[in-house]
């Protein structure tokens, strides 16, 4: 199992079945701003309000093999053992398919997530304990709190300026310093930091080692 973090937006996204788990898949889907279709005869109410609030299309029926034609990513999540395979059998190698009863029959399987902005951290246990992966993202939860959201939007516009800025051979050690923890909980550091960093992008200091 080869983690990657996929970009969505945009991506055509078909969810079969509208139970609880698909329920719960999709929850996380609408954060990435992709099209996503539900095709399932019932769904649970928050896909229907989902529906009527126009984040996803809901398409009261059961699934057939056009639907899966044009999504790049499929989730197989109806009740019904064989009604999944048959989704599994339809998709194309090309397609990126989760099946969530019979995780071999798919190409990838959906990890516990805790999110601080742009810090992702997920946890999998290759679907051997689901519910381990959910007990170690309660723990991540407690050890990152939420101050990493800002941090991470302040390491990450350091980075960029530095990548603009700065020669490579100094980047490294520069962005190695910021993330020693010392500005996690301090915002007035951060701040502070980022006024230095723009006074020095005057011109004529742009080549110039800044920490010599
Ligand atoms: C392989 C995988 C495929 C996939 O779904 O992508 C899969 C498969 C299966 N799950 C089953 C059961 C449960 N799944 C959960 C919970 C979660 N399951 C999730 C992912 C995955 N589940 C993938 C592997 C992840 C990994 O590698 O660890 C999470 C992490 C992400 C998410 O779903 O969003 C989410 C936690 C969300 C959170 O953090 O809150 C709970 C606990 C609960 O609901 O509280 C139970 C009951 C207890 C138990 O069984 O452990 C069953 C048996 C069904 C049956 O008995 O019929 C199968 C089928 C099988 O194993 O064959
Ligand atoms: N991967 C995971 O995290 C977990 C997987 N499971 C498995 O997931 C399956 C689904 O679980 P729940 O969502 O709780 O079931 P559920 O019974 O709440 O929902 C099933 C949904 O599938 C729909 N459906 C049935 N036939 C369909 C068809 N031909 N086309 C389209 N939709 C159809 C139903 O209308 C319903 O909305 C379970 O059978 C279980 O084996 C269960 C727990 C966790």
Not at 99 to 108: A, E, I, R, T
Request: proline share 4%.
């Amino acid at each position: 199992m080869y983690p990657i973090h996929v970009n969505l937006s945009g991506k055509t996204v078909v969810v079969a079945g509208g139970g609880l788990v698909a329920y719960r898949k999709i929850k996380d889907l609408l954060n990435e701003e992709a099209k996503i279709t539900v095709i399932s005869p019932v769904v649970v109410k928050e896909i229907q309000q989902w529906h009527t609030e126009k984040k996803l299309t809901w398409i009261e029926r059961e699934v057939k093999r056009a639907d899966l034609e044009e999504a790049f990513l499929i989730i197989a999540a109806t009740n019904s053992k064989e009604i999944n395979s048959w989704i599994a059998e339809q998709t194309s190698p090309k397609q990126l398919v989760n099946v969530v009863d019979q995780p071999d029959l798919g190409n990838f399987i959906v990890p516990s997530v805790v999110k601080r902005g742009k810090l992702i951290l997920s946890v999998s246990t290759s679907g051997a304990s689901p519910s381990l992966s959910k007990s170690i993202k309660k723990e991540l939860q407690q050890k990152y709190s939420e101050d990493y959201e800002t941090y991470l939007d302040f390491l990450f516009q350091c980075r960029s300026i530095f990548k603009k800025e700065f020669p490579e051979k100094y980047r490294k050690d520069l962005l190695t310093k910021l993330t020693d923890q010392s500005f996690l909980y301090d915002v007035e550091k951060q701040r502070s930091y980022k006024q230095e960093l723009l006074k020095i992008l005057e011109p004529k200091l742009v080549n110039e080692p800044i920490n010599e």
